[in-house]
């Protein structure tokens, strides 16, 4: 069992250190309150596509991450506890 609660962790501290990386190369998204007075279009081909992007790949990979994030969190917990 002691072995399998120190893969657990060692999952966890990858999982933690990719996410850390994913956070801090995505960019801003809002165009802040410019963007609320002069509003922006979503029908044109970018925002059709925005999920083929390298920014859409990098917020999925994060949406990811951070659900094996939580996941592996309760399951450490329920482990050590």
């Known amino acids: 069992m002691e072995i399998a609660k120190n893969i657990i962790v060692g999952i966890y501290l990858v999982v933690c250190v990719v996410l850390i990386v994913l956070v801090l190369k995505q960019s801003k998204e ?12 979503s029908n044109n081909f970018y925002e059709k596509n ?32």
């Open 30 to 41: 809002d165009s802040g309150a410019s963007g609320a007075i002069v509003g922006g279009s």
């Open 50 to 81: 925005k999920g083929r992007t390298r920014e859409g790949k990098m917020k999925r990979a994060t949406i990811i991450g951070m659900v094996l994030f939580f996941v592996l969190s309760i399951t450490i917990g329920i482990i050590y506890v």
